[in-house]
């Protein structure tokens, strides 16, 4: 008998897929937006609230010890309440949140604030990856994950826009910035009432007639008729319940793939957050206003679309490996470049570089994740994996002050090229699951 989960396989690309991946695309625009728009108003409250290069850094650096945290709970959650439902929880937290740091009278409360922002963010960013990736017909798969991803640099773009012209508009024009960071906590009714739950993970929690009526409705968006499930033809005994056991990340046949997709995370955080987070503030440092360093950004900002399309392109060509192996070595030549550009030209031209291969790593890491592990543990392995990751964006922006001070840009852009090969190196002894059937158990 063909499977739910093997109907859904076969399926094509339908309106109702198109649905789903533009509904969790929004949510993650949302969340690239408010992760964005931080490095702008640290720009700003440097300058407004003379703040020294070490609270600047925990401002920018406490989300992720949030995103951290919330990462590991969320995958787990997702597990075991379903991945709708922790998505919309956690746009709703994070987004409530941002909107209260707008309301921040001091560095102490926005702080507190961006901690709890970072928790709800964490924590959607791999359940609405794994959701995407369980409803995406087989042939399609890791396309469509990146394109999801690709809502990233949208989001970002938003930032970018928003710090353009409304942060530097005035003293409050960073609230005003932070408060648009309220749009999720509505966006999160559209999600909890209007995008499906996983099928495979209503199946294994034995809520069999749930998942049989998403699969013939998207089966009837398709043109499909659906054949009736054996449990369903009259005659036949309703079949037990069946419980799939929970298994671990760590598991003898998993545990290879999961220490190198945590090194791949772990390396990507930290050169991504750690350049970008501060990419405004490091041109203010260079002598550039705030309004021109927050164009250039916007400039640089704009490579990332372009890099998610070649990548989502290239994924199902080359596979998820050799694209992600290689967008990461082309970030760490990039990062390289960055670090020795000094003129306006060399610096929007190599930043515009590194978010073209950065971002497109992003894409193909989020795609290859979901596809290395089975139902009952997807959840977990891409959250656990997410929150080693942010451990790396915890550290780099309390690092850079650091790395700058002691050898200037060349040095900290240089510490973030190696971590880039270190990634590409772990990324290619991970396995290829290109058009392979998402395991069950």
Known sequence: MTTRTQRLDDL????????LLTGSGVGWALDAMDVGLISFVMAALAVQWDLSSTQLS????????????GASLGGLLA???????????????????????ALSTSVAMLIVLRFVVGLGLGAELPV??????????????????????????????LAALVGYFVVPAGDNGW????????????????VRFGLPESVRYLESRGRHAEAEAIVRDYERSAGVTAVPD??????????????????????????RRTAAL??????????????????????????????????????????????YGVAAWLIEVWGRRL??????AGSAVSAGLFGLAETPSTIVAAGMALSFFNLGAWGALYAIGPELYPTPVRGAGTGSAAAFGRLASIIAPLLVPVLLGAGGNGLVFGAFAASFVVAAVAAFTLPERAGTVLDER
């Open 79 to 101: 597990d075991r309440i379903g991945r709708r439902q922790v998505f919309a929880a956690t746009l709703l937290v994070y987004g409530l949140a941002t909107g209260a740091a």
């Open 175 to 190: 609230r005003w910035a932070l408060a648009v960071g309220l749009v999720p906590a509505a966006y999160a009714l559209v």
């Open 262 to 307: 945590w090194i791949v995370w772990f390396g990507i955080n930290f050169s991504y957050y750690g350049a970008f987070i501060w990419l405004p503030s490091l041109l203010v440092a260079q002598g550039f206003d705030l309004v021109t360093s927050f164009g250039y950004t916007l400039l640089i900002t704009l490579a990332q679309l372009p890099g």
């Open 58 to 69: 925990w401002i920018g650096s406490i989300g992720f010890v949030g995103m951290a945290i």
């Open 128 to 157: 609405a990856s794994t959701l995407v990736s369980e409803f995406a017909p087989r042939k399609v798969r890791g396309r469509v994950v990146v394109a999801l991803e690709a809502f990233w640099a949208v989001g970002w773009l």
């Open 323 to 328: 694209t992600l192996g290689v967008f990461l």
């Open 230 to 255: 054996d449990d369903e033809q009259p005659g036949r005994p309703v079949a037990e319940v069946e419980r799939v056991p929970r298994g671990s990340v760590w598991a003898p046949n998993l545990r």
């Open 12 to 19: 094509p690309f339908t309106g109702r897929h198109r649905r």
